[in-house]
């Protein structure tokens, strides 16, 4: 299973909202509900953002949604502030039993 | 609360076999899924595979041939032996808990480099 397909930076200024798209396969994303992303500060523990494509756990900021449609999974974060800036990705449980990852997204918080 | 902590040596020998422990707190090791997850730079992230309480495995296939998980429930750690490491297994390596299909925590992580 090759990685999923996520825009290497998206950037917005505090305020805003932004979408980050995750693009697979019919094997990967298109196969599976159960899509999840995660944030990545450098030298913290990545933290679950979203799970079972629009689902947040708690602790997690309803500015924080997700949604799918078809073989694009997608993550919208409104009101977006500074500590938003991070590293995004993907994740989704594909064919074969496997989990793969989206190649990363680098929010920037202008 | 649960946390997990990655250890072993953060070198290894081309060739050799990269060895890492991953310890759980705050929650039982029992009746849950545990992942093993890398971050190689430039990369991004790799599922490895994931081992349950009743040490059942699945591995990436991609690696396979090459990983070996499995689980200790009476010392609460499970642990990771990947073999015939080359540069390319040099990565942040990270532990996670697996619950309502996603990667619900995870360790801080820890950085294997693979150079003789």
């Known amino acids: 299973q090759s990685a999923l397909t996520q825009p290497a930076s998206v950037s917005g200024s505090p305020g805003q909202s932004i979408t980050i798209s995750c693009t697979g396969t019919s094997s990967n994303v298109g196969y599976s509900v159960l899509v999840s992303w995660y944030q990545l500060h450098p030298g913290k523990a990545p933290k679950l953002m979203i799970y079972e494509t629009n689902k947040r756990p708690s602790g997690v900021s309803n500015r924080f949604s997700g949604s799918k449609s078809g073989n694009t999974a997608s993550l919208t974060i409104s009101g977006l502030q500074a500590g938003d800036e991070a590293d995004y990705y993907c994740c989704t449980f594909a064919a074969g039993r496997t989990y793969v990852f989206g190649t990363g997204t680098k929010v920037a918080v202008l | 609360q649960v946390q997990l902590l990655e250890s072993g040596p953060g070198l290894v020998k081309p060739s050799g076999t990269l060895s890492l422990t991953c310890t759980v707190s705050?929650?039982?090791?029992?009746?849950?899924?545990w992942s093993w997850i890398r971050q190689t730079a430039g990369e991004g992230l790799e599922w490895l595979g994931r081992?349950?309480?009743?040490?059942?495995?699945d591995y990436n296939p991609s690696l396979k041939s090459r990983v070996i998980m499995s689980i200790d429930t009476s010392e609460s750690r499970f642990s990771l032996k990947l073999s015939s490491v080359t540069a390319a297994d040099t990565a942040v390596y990270y532990c996670?808990?697996?619950?309502?299909?996603?990667?619900?925590?995870w360790g801080q992580g820890t950085m294997v480099t693979v150079s003789s």
């Open positions: 081992i349950d309480s009743g040490g059942t495995t």
């Open positions: 996670a808990r697996f619950v309502t299909n996603a990667f619900d925590i």
């Open positions: 705050g929650t039982s090791i029992n009746n849950n899924h």
